[in-house]
């Protein structure tokens, strides 16, 4: 997915601002460059989407480039646009193997036993929330 981006440019002593029009809240800086903000925005989106996924929301479709250029807010912001990997949207449940010693895969039976989870949920939340 292509998001586009506003970028204000950074004057003296001032950062540059980025913000996601498509994702409502979603924004970042960077006080070294404009790639350094695009860079810094990639990671904002990236989070928003695994938040929202994380809480049941649903991820808006990226707009128009040329619309949303349009909106007067964003006067004399820079545009660029962020990719984003299709991964970090894809809830696909996929089977791996993994290989750990046995003393830790009986530490972790038992942590999933205590938190009532599989083994394989246990894993997918520690993933999360670490």
Do not use: Q
Request: glycine share 6%; hydrophobic share 45%; with cysteine.
């Amino acid at each position: 997915m292509k998001y586009p981006i506003a970028v204000e440019r950074a004057g003296p002593g001032t950062a540059w601002g980025v913000i996601v029009p498509d994702l409502p809240g979603c924004f970042s800086a960077a006080d070294d460059s404009l790639e350094g903000a695009i860079e810094n925005a990639k990671e904002a989106i990236e989070l928003w989407i695994e938040t929202a996924l994380d809480n049941g929301e649903s991820i808006p479709e990226p707009s128009k480039m040329e619309d949303l250029r349009k909106d007067p807010r964003f006067e004399g912001w820079v545009w660029a646009i962020v990719e984003i990997d299709p991964v970090v949207l894809d809830d696909t449940i996929e089977r791996v193997n993994i290989t750990v010693p046995r003393r830790v895969l009986h530490i972790l039976d038992a942590k999933a036993k205590k938190a009532g989870e599989s083994r394989s949920a246990f894993i997918a939340h520690m993933a999360i929330t670490a």
